[in-house]
């Protein structure tokens, strides 16, 4: 079976969902992302992976559940992120963030089956993907990779194809980065604790 890999920031207020605070105050903001990880991190604890790994920047907390081990961000750009959480996994893995509380496990399942591709693809609505999942870890694969632009994920996707690997398509997703991604997924996922508290809050605001 294969790992699971988390990537994310501890919800830090003025730390974490800068973009949000256009809306929001930097702590509604950083408890938005505590909502979105932990529903994340449910549903990464109900798909079937063998080793589940939260790569954190920042302090662990008790917002943790069992089952997640907890290893630290290395430094450098994002690129250099997502290439060394990779060496976390010794075989297959599946890489996410903590922006889409909306992720099931059906999805995250279907990303751990490498029975018939060499990686899994996710991208997302903003440009940028999800989820990349690869059978055989090869961090190099995401070594200068332009993060953070609309063209992020086309140019992730070519390096994989570019590779040889047959890649795999997971369904696109919408990040939570702006005000209007909130509202979005907050209405595609209604049962979360994302937009359980996205509708406490707009409620407040009013």
């Known amino acids: 079976m294969s790992t699971l890999l988390v990537i994310a920031k501890a919800p830090v207020a003025g730390r974490v969902k800068t973009r949000l605070t256009t809306a929001f105050t930097p702590q509604q903001a950083a408890d938005l992302a505590l909502a979105s990880l932990r529903d994340t991190l449910d549903a990464v604890l109900a798909a079937p992976a063998r080793r589940r790994v939260l790569v954190l920047d920042g302090e662990p907390g008790p917002w943790i559940p069992d089952g997640i081990d907890v290893v630290p961000q290395a430094a450098g750009g994002l690129d250099d992120r997502l290439a060394a959480a990779f060496d976390v996994a010794d075989g297959p893995a599946l890489l996410i963030g903590m922006d889409t509380p909306q992720v099931t496990p059906g999805l995250l399942a279907a990303g751990l089956d490498f029975a018939e591709a060499d990686a899994w693809f996710g991208p997302a609505a903003d440009g940028g993907f999800w989820a990349l999942g690869l059978a055989v870890p090869r961090p190099a694969l995401l070594l200068g990779v ?41 209405a595609a996922a209604p049962r979360t604790r994302f937009a359980a508290l996205h509708t406490d809050l707009c409620a407040v605001a009013r």
Not at 154 to 169: E, I, P, W
């Open 146 to 186: 332009p993060m953070s632009v609309a063209h992020t994920g086309a140019v992730q996707r070519q390096r994989l194809t570019n590779a040889g690997l047959a890649v795999g398509d997971l369904p696109e997703l919408c990040d939570v980065d702006t005000p209007a991604d909130a509202a979005r997924v907050a």
